[in-house]
């Protein structure tokens, strides 16, 4: 199984700041027929869902502002958000799709300072 | 609007089972894959199960693989998710997620999950 490991398990921003997280894939999910990374990055608020952001590493979901970006290739991944604003606040999941089972990181906890 | 209804769980004793439904609405069910996510308290989500739009090659975790069967009927827009010998490891909230249309098992719709307790 393909393990994914995100940093930090938690982190305070002051809003209007930049949050940095990050997701480490334990093989690489990069898949050479298409030259696209399997990763999607999912926020989820207390009692919802888990909300799609972004996938193929980078390609944000319809409806999804712009504030939110991703990047990296192969096994790194980076979900920044370039100003953090209250209804952020959330637990942040990376996800591979490359193979099954498909496998999500911990969980980065994402607070305002 | 795409709306994915989880109905079935509750409180189940270790060894017995439970059948999950997922009504379908707000898109042509029969044309994607559709999964099962689980996500035990305060824990990470957990892929459990897929089916193709067809029925065909579902494929199951190892933790659940031989206990539970994923099944979907077209012609009533519903996923189902038959659970055996449950354990206390099985509890968890269950959502049913469809997939995207973009190449790529990765969910861009979730239900709301129904929570699932194995206990004595």
């Known amino acids: 199984d393909i393990v994914m490991t995100q940093s930090p398990d938690s982190l305070a921003v002051s809003l209007g700041e930049r949050a940095t997280i990050n997701c480490k894939s334990s093989?690489?999910?990069?898949?050479?027929?298409?030259?696209?990374?399997?990763l999607a990055w999912y926020q989820q608020k207390p009692g919802q869902p888990p909300k799609l952001l972004i996938y193929w590493a980078s390609t944000r979901e319809s409806g999804v502002p712009d504030r939110f970006s991703g990047s990296g290739s192969g096994t790194d991944f980076t979900l920044t958000i370039s100003s953090l604003q209250a209804e952020d606040v959330a637990v942040y999941y990376c996800?591979?799709?490359?193979?099954?089972?498909?496998?999500f990181g911990q969980g980065t906890k994402l607070e305002i300072k | 609007e795409v709306q994915l209804v989880e109905s079935g769980g509750g409180l189940v004793q270790p060894g017995g089972s439970l059948r999950l439904s997922c009504a379908a609405s707000g898109f042509t069910f029969s044309d994607y894959w559709m999964h099962w996510v689980r996500q035990a308290p305060g824990e990470g989500p957990v892929w459990v199960s897929h089916?193709?739009?067809?029925?065909?090659?579902?494929t199951y975790a190892d933790s659940v693989r031989g206990r539970f069967t994923i099944s979907r009927d077209n012609a009533k827009n519903t996923l189902y998710l038959q659970m055996n010998s449950l354990r206390g490891e099985d509890t968890a909230v269950y959502h049913c997620a469809r997939d995207h249309a973009a190449p790529g098992a990765f969910f861009d719709h979730w239900g709301q999950g129904m929570l699932v307790t194995v206990s004595s």
């Open positions: 089916i193709s739009p067809d029925g065909t090659g579902p």
């Open positions: 093989q690489s999910v990069l898949y050479s027929s298409n030259n696209k990374n399997f």
């Open positions: 996800q591979q799709f490359y193979n099954t089972p498909y496998t």
